[in-house]
T-cell receptor, first 114, second 113 residues
Framework: DAGVTQSPTHLIKTRGQHVTLRCSPI?????VSWYQQVLGQGPQFIFQ???????GRGNFPDRFSARQFPNYSSELNVNALLLGDSALYLCASSLGWGHYNEQFFGPGTRLTVL | EDKVVQSPLSLVVHEGDTVTLNCSYEVTNFRSLLWYKQEKKAPTFLFMLTSSGIEKKSGRLSSILDKKELSSILNITATQTGDSAIYLC?????????????FGTGTRLTIIP
């Protein structure tokens, strides 16, 4: 069974550019969450989407946005990139709203901003 | 704001040793505590502990939740080099439908052969 997939694996951008990261959840999972993991830190919650609607948002600026498509895949967009946006971006999928939904993580996209 | 603190930050032991990793938390309306193992990139799920399931075991790994002390421990017995990884602890609040996880900074475990 395919797990959570993310693309691209690595990305190098320069300050001021924008980036789009993609995530495909495990088949049957309807919820997707995005996390940012800076080197040496634990993942930090950015967004959660369920049934194409935003269900949760972390403490990130408006430069960060996301959406979920009818097939439950998701995109994370970051505009006006800053050096501090360099991080591993993780996508996690789960069955959806409800109790004790385990979140399964994808391999991540390593973003480097120069 | 929810908070998770893990200790120690780093641990180096010899193969065969037993280790205990600690996690303490502050969360509004606790729902669950999760342990993940992160080797290269994707954190892989280990355990979920809840009010109705405060103790879990899988092979050499076990975990206990202490809701009174707002903490959890992860034990690994007879450690192997393959156990070398960062171990992450996370908590989830019980706001219905909000599956936001708050993570600690992790414990980096290194097993020396």
């Amino acid at each position: 069974d395919a797990g959570v997939t993310q693309s691209p694996t690595h990305l190098i951008k320069t300050r001021g550019q924008h980036v789009t990261l993609r995530c495909s959840p495990i088949s049957g999972h309807k919820s997707v969450s995005w996390y940012q993991q800076v080197l040496g830190q634990g993942p930090q919650f950015i967004f959660q989407y369920y049934e194409k609607e935003e269900r949760g948002r972390g403490n990130f600026p408006d430069r960060f946005s996301a959406r979920q498509f009818p097939n439950y895949s998701s995109e994370l967009n970051v505009n006006a990139l800053l050096l501090g946006d360099s991080a591993l971006y993780l996508c996690a999928s789960s069955l959806g709203w409800g109790h004790y939904n385990e979140q399964f993580f994808g391999p991540g996209t390593r973003l480097t901003v120069l | 704001e929810d908070k998770v603190v893990q200790s120690p930050l780093s641990l180096v032991v010899h193969e065969g040793d037993t280790v205990t990793l600690n996690c303490s938390y502050e969360v509004t309306n606790f729902r669950s505590l999760l342990w993940y193992k992160q080797e290269k990139k994707a954190p892989t799920f280990l355990f979920m502990l809840t009010s109705s399931g405060i103790e879990k075991k899988s092979g050499r790994l076990s975990s206990i939740l202490d809701k009174k002390e707002l903490s959890s421990i992860l034990n690994i017995t007879a450690t192997q080099t393959g156990d070398s990884a960062i171990y992450l602890c996370a908590v989830e609040p019980s706001n219905f439908g909000n599956e936001k996880l708050t993570f600690g900074t992790g414990t980096r475990l290194t097993i020396i052969p």
